[in-house]
């Protein structure tokens, strides 16, 4: 039997879990159209196990350590949801309900989502009173400014991009370890913080439900130490912190519920337990044994795990597959030989056998064919498919391509985080019916971004996917296709390396549009244009497949965190049953 046959079977399973499902399941981010046209897969808006009960100690088991954790670095999910929910604050937030109100933007630290003025180039937010640190000092407007701040230093690297793009007067700017500040972040007194921007931004208030917006006390600044202790504004702090091993967090009593609405805080301690080697996230939680059973998993569910988990209802009903909403794509390096050839580029648009990366992926109910960079839900719920490629690709006209650049074979280098090997292959064992050998390299997942971010270390393709942050456009094709984002260092997003003067100049035009819908148009027509310059080649629409022990409740996807465990208001069903 071949691998493919093994997978292919895995995946009639998963598709008989996600036609099971559908009958239970509620009506159903940024990435929220991801898979939404394929019938069988009916879990958005699924929670698991009831309203869960105060106290008891929720394990998160996983293969890797978090990329950062430092509110100025964090921009990779699931860190993001973590840290977000558990660890710090933000000026603004999303709710934490499941299916279409998770979308809802809420206050978090201001007391509201903010007040636009000078036609929307400034924005003011207010802190609400009585908001402490861990160690029961008061968060203040000057905390936000320096987290934000941070977030220009050349060494605090990965974090989101948007306090560049958007805040008036940057150039050049630093960060705030040298003592220099931004004159268009001003804090008038300690509840008071004050935006100004570079041109009118309408949805700033769901930017700031970024980490970028957590504050850091500057007198907690540890440099890039400071991804190992966050200073908390949320409801846990670190007790411990063992790189790659073990993360312990307790609560934080100076976190004061009637502050926080959204996050319930249920469980008395989280441990993550970091390091565990090919199916045994899985084979623990589907066994659900000692405190297991008070277990959820940090990262996907692998395929090969469908066999066990799909033909047992008790296990099958602990399974999640949320809606992502991400585009996974393909990146070729623009900037080197083969792909600053625009032929050699079209050419693997058509060479990339997608049907076989789904097989690989564990099936069509938790993967579909990306035939678009931007996701379903920027596009009006479904994607354009500009270029008309079937899905397992058409490896003679990859070849009619390539000789028309004159290149009769190719040999390029594809880097993959470990757990996306089997993809990896998939994609190789694609390219080559048109000539190109594939020469994989697999990075552990804690050191992906690090790696593929750094511009003296990026291969010829890198496998990765782009998520909005909020529901519009803007949050996703300047991030992966305006060459002025791209860094030497901690490069996030145009991992293409993409550098076209007419996408730039379009992509400044549509963001001065006042007007929402004429700009969600022109974003989709972009994507058109993009598509035949062929930067990147998108390649799936996934969901996140997530298992939970047996004691775990209030368990869904987020629908704005990727499909990723809500982890505000996850608990146990009894405490009494959860160790450590």
């Not at 950062?68 to 933000?90: I, K, Q």
């Amino acid at each position: 039997m071949t691998k493919r046959t093994q997978l292919a079977l895995a995946t009639a399973l998963v598709a008989a879990l996600a036609l099971g499902a559908s009958g239970c399941s509620d009506p159903k981010k940024g990435s929220s159209g991801a898979g939404a046209s394929n019938p069988a897969a009916g879990n958005d808006g699924k929670v698991l196990g009831g309203t869960p009960v105060k106290g008891g100690t929720l394990t998160v088991l996983s293969n890797q350590d978090f990329s950062h954790l430092d509110p100025a670095r964090n921009w990779v999910m699931p860190a993001m949801d973590f840290g977000t929910r558990l660890l710090y604050r933000t000026l603004v937030t999303f709710k934490a309900e499941p299916g279409k109100a998770g979308s809802e933007l809420v206050p978090d630290l201001a007391t509201d989502l903010g007040t636009p003025s000078n036609g929307g180039r400034t924005w003011t937010f207010t802190l609400k009173e009585g908001l402490k640190y861990e160690d029961g000092t008061p968060i203040k407007a000057q905390d936000v400014k320096y987290n934000v701040e941070r977030s220009f230093a050349p060494d605090l690297t990965g974090g989101p991009d948007y306090a560049a793009q958007y805040l008036a007067g940057t150039e050049g700017y630093k960060g705030p370890l040298q003592g220099q500040h931004l004159d268009s972040v001003k804090t008038p007194d300690d509840r008071t913080i004050v935006f100004e921007l570079k041109r009118p931004v309408a949805e700033f208030s769901a930017t700031a439900t970024l980490p970028t917006f957590a504050p850091v006390p500057q007198s907690q600044e540890k440099g890039t130490q400071y991804d190992a202790r966050p200073f908390s504004s949320g409801p846990y702090k670190i007790e411990s912190y063992d790189r790659d091993k073990k993360l312990v967090l307790v609560r934080n009593e100076h976190w004061d519920a009637k502050t926080d609405p959204v996050r319930k805080a249920y469980p008395d301690k989280f441990v993550v337990v970091m390091g565990l080697k090919g199916g045994q996230v899985d084979d623990r939680i589907i066994a659900g044994e000692g405190a297991d059973a008070s277990a959820v998993e940090y990262f996907n569910m692998r395929p090969e795990s469908a066999p066990k988990v799909l033909p047992k209802p008790e296990v099958k009903a602990r399974l999640l597959a949320e809606s992502q909403g991400c585009t996974v794509m393909l990146h070729l390096n623009n900037s080197r030989a083969p792909f600053n050839d625009p032929k050699v580029r079209e050419a693997l648009q058509y060479a990339v056998d997608k049907e076989a990366v789904i097989t690989a992926g564990g099936g069509p109910a938790l993967n579909e064919v990306a035939t678009a960079y931007l996701p379903p839900a920027l596009s009006g719920g479904k994607q354009a498919d500009t270029l008309k490629i079937p899905p397992a690709g058409d490896p003679a006209k990859a070849k009619e391509l390539l000789k028309a650049a004159g290149k009769e074979s190719l040999k390029v280098s594809l880097a993959v985080s470990t757990g996306d090997k089997g993809k990896a292959e998939a994609i190789q064992q694609g390219l080559a019916r048109a000539g190109i050998e594939v020469v994989i390299d697999t990075v552990d997942p804690g050191a992906y971004y690090d790696v593929i971010g750094d511009l003296s270390t990026t291969p010829d393709m890198t496998y990765t996917g782009w998520c909005p942050d909020y529901p519009s456009g803007s949050t996703w094709i300047p991030f992966v296709f305006d060459g002025r984002t791209i860094k030497d260092k901690g490069n996030q997003g145009n991992y293409a390396q993409f550098r076209d003067e007419a996408t730039m100049k379009r992509i400044d035009e549509i963001n001065a549009m006042a007007d929402p819908k004429q700009a969600n148009q022109a974003w989709i027509d972009l994507d058109a244009d993009l598509m035949k310059k062929s930067p990147a080649v998108p390649v799936l629409l996934e969901r996140k497949p997530l298992l939970v022990g047996p004691n775990i409740a209030g368990a869904y996807g987020h629908p704005v965190w990727t499909g990723t465990i809500d982890y505000g208001t996850v608990g146990l069903k009894d405490p009494s049953k959860s160790q450590g």
